[in-house]
Structures are given as structure tokens and as C-alpha cells.
């Protein structure tokens, strides 16, 4: 783990809501605090027209219950602001989360009401972490999904992540990692670099170019500095002649230009024209301009070798949020035995009951059922578990969190998205691509 890995493991336990503490205290007032619980964290639908959606930000979350406690500057804020009674900050004062989560591995994809998390511990371990774990699993997997119709729509062109000024600092930093969870190649933001080892990209803003007396002065300054094989960018002035000038300050070992403005399809045509008789054949074209998975998909036969997108991708594409919840569905009664529970609201109704998911397959292995059980599964036939352990008695498997857990997302994604049928990597709005079926073992 990296230095700048440990300094970042901040406690986590604020990054909650007030009502999660006061439910605390009536449930230990009550005695129903320490009640054994099963809570299930699912969206009830994919956003609208979208046909899949894709898990992530377990290892963030993972990471973030490491550090979930109350120290002293977290505990005296609650009692100055009388937010909880003595009772109930003597029993933070010692929380760990000693329970069990399973859920779908990072990467994943999912569908309405897959069972994505399931916590299995006291009631009082399972609310107090319920916000931290919304929050990090609704932005990351809005994210994550937004990135992997990008990247489906890129095919095999890269895609880098440059969203870091759209958004809150923090949020950055997860929407880089989402993104690189869905097969972005790489990211402006360093943070996300040095924390989880995505590899950083960048050159020059429009901004240096004017800061310098010429055009031509900028590209010298820069190619100076940062080797031929630099990318410049082109349209601060004029496109044509800012690439006869990028040709003749770099030569043919130019490495790309960047093209930021205008209609992209057209541009980048002529553009590689004109590179092409400049003699640059291996200059490479990269375009940014507030791109998204349909202004990528129509840049498909343009002649361009890579795509910077920000403000889409850090917004979910017009999705920012999962919109998943996280519901109380099985807990213990007085005399030990479990009793599934259930919300039964109009439009929001849950279905009570420990949960795991499968994904049934054909004997191609392709996708053609997501299969929710109720109760104990084993495995049969063409078919694929997709819950597994996270943490087990409060012990985090470390292998879905830092570096090691992006890099397994990031294989977990493409092997799910290489199982479902081929409808799924189409942008057109539609059902989910595989129904969702309830079983009851």
C-alpha cells in the first residue's frame, strides 16, 4: 500500500446520515439493537432505456469500513450537538463491524433486484454503516455503467478518463477508478494514480498555448520539454494551420494531436488526410469535447485513435445515481429463529428473505437468466454463483480492495460482459438483456 494510499484511509464513520444514530438509540433503548439482521442492498430497476448495470465501489467501501469507527473528535461532535445520549456514544465508542458481507465481486454486472450486498450482523452494526454504503455503491456503479456503454461504443480504441474538474475532488477520484473498473485505459487524476495504480495521462490546456506569444512558440516549449512524442493540441487558433505547425516544430514523430472543439467526425477526417500527406502516418488523432457513449459510437468511422471524455462519464451520463436502496429483509425473534421481513409500499415493495444470486447460462455460456434464491444454492448445471464472501466475522478479504482490487474488477467486467448475448454492447434503449427471475429453494 502506498503512502498516499495510507494517508487517504480516513475514518469514515460522519460520512453518515443523523437518522442512522437516532435509530441506534431507540433500537438499544428497546433492546432490539443486538437482534441478529440481514440487510440487502438492490436497485429495483436499471435506469430507464439502459439493459445493464455494472457493480462497483465495493472496494472502496471495503477500504472505508477498515476505518469505520468513533474516536474522540467524531464522538464529541455527536454528544455537542446532542445528536445521541451517553448510552448510545458508550456503544460507538467501541464499534467495529464485526459481521459478514457477501455480494456480487466488483465488476459485476447486475440487474433488477440482484441481491448486490448482503450484511448479516447485529441490526446495530448493519444501520450505522447503511449510508457509507449507499452512497459509495450508487455513485461508483453509476459510474462504472455509464463508462462500460462508453468504452462497448469505443470498441477497440482507448479511452481515457478526464473528469476530474466536473466534480467534487473526492468523487474524482472514485469516478476514475470506476472507470478504469469498465476498461478506461487510463486517468488525468493523480490521486487515483498513486491510490489505486491507474496509469496518468496528460499534455497541455489551451491555456499554455495562449500563454506564450505564438502557437508555434507553445509547441517548441512543450516539445522541448516532453519529447516529440508529445501530444499537442491543435485548435486553440486555427486546426489546419495548428497541425502544419505541430508537424514542422515536432516533425513525423509527432505522437498525436488533440482536437477539442467543432464537428469531430469531419474534423478528424481531414485531419488525417492532412497528416497523411504531411508524411505523419503515425501520428495519432485523440479527441475530447463533452463525448459521451452516442457522440463516441458516432465517431466510429472517423479516423481517430482515442477518446478523453469527463463530464458524461463523471455524472453517470445523465444517471448519476443507481438509485439502489438497502433493506432490512430477515431478522431473528426472540426465540432465535429468522423471519424474513419485507417493505410492502406501493412501487416500492421488497421480497423478505436471505438472498444469492445466479447467473444461468447456456451451453455456450452465454447469459440468458439472472436468478435470484431465496435460501441456500449450490451451484448446478450451466450455471455461475456470483455471491462471494467480502468480509467474514469483521475480516475484509483484502484482495477486492487498493490496486489489486481494481485490476480484479477490471477482469471480472470483461469477463461478464463477454458472457451476456450481444444485444447487451448495443446502445439502443431497451429491457434489461437477460430477465430476472425469483426462486424460492
Request: net charge negative; hydrophobic share 40%; charged share 20%.
Amino acid at each position: 500500500m502506498s503512502p498516499t494510499t495510507q494517508e487517504h484511509r480516513m475514518l469514515t464513520s460522519l460520512f453518515t446520515d443523523h437518522y442512522e444514530l437516532t435509530m441506534l438509540q431507540a433500537s438499544l433503548a428497546s433492546g432490539a439493537a443486538h437482534r441478529p439482521s440481514v440487510f440487502e442492498a438492490f436497485a429495483r430497476r436499471l435506469p430507464d432505456g439502459r439493459r445493464y448495470g455494472v457493480v462497483a465501489g465495493t472496494g472502496r467501501l471495503l477500504e472505508g469500513l477498515a476505518n469505520f469507527r468513533f474516536e474522540d473528535e467524531q464522538l464529541k461532535f455527536l454528544s455537542d450537538n446532542k445528536v445521541v445520549n451517553k448510552e448510545t456514544l458508550d456503544y460507538l465508542e467501541n464499534f467495529k463491524f464485526t459481521g459478514n458481507i457477501t455480494g456480487y465481486a466488483e465488476g459485476e454486472l447486475y440487474f433488477p433486484n440482484s441481491p448486490l450486498l448482503t450484511v448479516e450482523s447485529t441490526f446495530a452494526e448493519a444501520c450505522v454503516i447503511e449510508t457509507f454504503v449507499l452512497s459509495t455503491l450508487n455513485h461508483d456503479s453509476a459510474i462504472a455503467s455509464a463508462a462500460s456503454r462508453m468504452i462497448a461504443a469505443a470498441g477497440e480504441r482507448p479511452c481515457i478518463e478526464m473528469g476530474s474538474r466536473r466534480t467534487h475532488e473526492e468523487a474524482a477520484v472514485a469516478a476514475a477508478r470506476a472507470a478504469a473498473i469498465a476498461g478506461f485505459d487510463s486517468t488525468s487524476n493523480l490521486e487515483a494514480g498513486a491510490r489505486y495504480d491507474i496509469p496518468t495521462v496528460g499534455t497541455s490546456a489551451h491555456s499554455f498555448t495562449l500563454l506564450h506569444e505564438s502557437e508555434r512558440e507553445a509547441f517548441q516549449a512543450q516539445v522541448d520539454a516532453l519529447g516529440v512524442d508529445t501530444t499537442l493540441l491543435v485548435d486553440t487558433y486555427d486546426v489546419e494551420q495548428g497541425v502544419r505547425t505541430a508537424v514542422e516544430v515536432a516533425g513525423a514523430e509527432l505522437g498525436a494531436v488533440r482536437l477539442d472543439s467543432g464537428d469531430l467526425v469531419q474534423q478528424a477526417t481531414w485531419v488525417r488526410e492532412l497528416l497523411d500527406d504531411l508524411g505523419n502516418w503515425n501520428t495519432k488523432i485523440t479527441v475530447t469535447s463533452d463525448l459521451d457513449e452516442y457522440a463516441i459510437a458516432a465517431l466510429a468511422s472517423a479516423p481517430v485513435d482515442s477518446y478523453g471524455v469527463g463530464t458524461a462519464l463523471v455524472t453517470g451520463s445523465g444517471h448519476p445515481t443507481a438509485s439502489m436502496v438497502y433493506k432490512l429483509v430477515a431478522r431473528q425473534d426472540t426465540s432465535g429463529e429468522w423471519i424474513p421481513v419485507a417493505k410492502a409500499a406501493t412501487n416500492k415493495a421488497s421480497t423478505g428473505g436471505r438472498k444469492s444470486g445466479v447467473r444461468q447460462l447456456n451451453e455456450r455460456n452465454r447469459a440468458v437468466n439472472e436468478i435470484v434464491v431465496l435460501g441456500e444454492h449450490t451451484t448446478e448445471g450451466p450455471e455461475r454463483l456470483l455471491t462471494v464472501p467480502l468480509v467474514t466475522h469483521g475480516e475484509i478479504d483484502e484482495k477486492y480492495v487498493s490496486a489489486s482490487g481494481v485490476q480484479l474488477a477490471r477482469q471480472r467486467h470483461h469477463a461478464s460482459i463477454q458472457e451476456m448475448p450481444g444485444i447487451a454492447r448495443k446502445l439502443q434503449r431497451g429491457e434489461p438483456v437477460i430477465p430476472t427471475i425469483l426462486v424460492n429453494e
